[in-house]
């Protein structure tokens, strides 16, 4: 099956990607009005088909993103699962899986337009990373400052919010590197331009904290769970840049990039330069958290397919 022939959910129905078209003149076309979430589907460590990870937390900041940009969600955290079950069975997929989820203004109108959304769900097959093919991250700090609290908030998962995300991206490439690193308005470290960022400084894991313009991940959350629970150290404070330059290690993380480790930061070494053990053991244990069946005390997982 080819990317445009896969199945997706849109305007109601299950139907073939190609066949989903947005009106050119609707405010998500135009102004980027529309909340999303990029979910993931792995398949469970007992090959008991595929478990969705944390899909009530991404409905929850679904709900709350549209709420922040006035939209209103119109669906419930059982209809989402409903859809997301029957489009990776009419897809029948069986690997890991990502799913994007957009509520989107397609009608006709402009940027205040009020109308109700329509929701598109469009998964498609991506393995996992493993820590032993890492080929690791060269960031730059960025020129451009992230968004923030007081224009456009971070904290909602805006499609507009990634023309930031873009020009730091792109200024990035073109600089030779793969992935920006956005300071805030006070200067400190807040993310990269799809993922939360990670240093390790005297043996404690430290990422910036919400309030310092990044968007409330759930990967990250995940990490700082895991970490606890290995006995490693964390910390959620404020970054300097130059802390960044004398981190042991530093990593990227999201649904989509998972773990991934920095490498270098505005062409110096993070640490000795390779892949670190922190990183590497974290990642196994978000995956083995990811794929661990669904469990009474932390229900993290959900079953999206019976083999
Ligand atoms: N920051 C930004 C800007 C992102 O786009 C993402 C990816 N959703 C993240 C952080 C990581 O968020 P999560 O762990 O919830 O995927």
Same mark, same amino acid.
């Given at each position: ?14 139907? @073939? ?7 050119? +003149?609707?405010?998500?076309?135009? =102004? ?20 969705? =990870? ?61 109308? +109700? ?35 456009? @908030? ?6 507009? #919010? ?6 730091? +991206? ?13 300071? #805030?308005?006070?200067?400190? /470290? ?24 990044? +968007? ?34 530093? =990593?990227?993380?999201?649904?989509? /990039? ?10 110096? @070494? ?38």
């Amino acid at each position: 099956m080819t990317d445009q022939d896969r199945l997706v959910w849109f305007q109601g129905g299950i139907i @073939p990607a190609q066949r989903a078209k947005v009106n050119a +003149l609707s405010p998500t076309a135009q =102004f980027g009005i529309n909340v999303f979430e990029g979910l993931r589907a792995y398949v469970s460590q007992d090959e008991q088909g595929l478990l969705g =990870f944390r899909l009530n937390d991404h409905f929850r900041r679904l709900r709350e993103s549209s709420a922040l940009l006035g939209i209103d969600c119109p669906h419930s955290d059982a209809d989402l699962l409903r859809i997301i079950r029957a489009l990776i069975s009419a897809n029948q997929y069986d690997d890991d899986t990502l799913i994007r989820v957009i509520l989107m203004i397609d009608g006709p109108g402009s940027w205040h337009s009020q109308q +109700l959304p329509t929701l598109m769900v469009a998964p498609i097959q991506k393995r996992r990373q493993e820590p032993a093919t890492w080929t690791g991250l060269h960031a730059q700090i960025s020129s451009w400052t992230r968004i923030d609290d007081t224009s456009m @908030p971070p904290r909602a998962k805006v499609g507009a #919010n990634y023309t930031n995300s873009r020009y730091g +991206l792109l200024s990035a490439r073109r600089d030779g590197y793969d992935i920006p690193i956005f300071l #805030n308005r006070n200067g400190h /470290v807040a993310e990269s331009s799809g993922a939360c960022i990670f240093i390790l400084r005297n043996d404690t894991l430290v990422t910036p904290p919400t309030t310092d313009s990044v +968007l409330e991940s759930i990967t990250r959350d995940t990490v700082l769970k895991i970490a606890a629970q290995l006995g490693i150290n964390t910390l959620c404070r404020s970054i300097d840049r130059t802390e960044m330059y004398l981190a042991d290690e530093a =990593f990227i993380c999201g649904t989509t /990039v998972e773990i991934s480790p920095v490498l270098s930061i505005d062409r110096r @070494p993070v640490g000795n330069g390779l892949p670190g053990a922190i990183a590497s053991t974290l990642m196994t244990e978000y995956i083995r958290t990811a794929t661990t069946p669904p469990t009474g005390n932390r229900p993290w997982t959900t079953q999206l397919t019976c083999d």
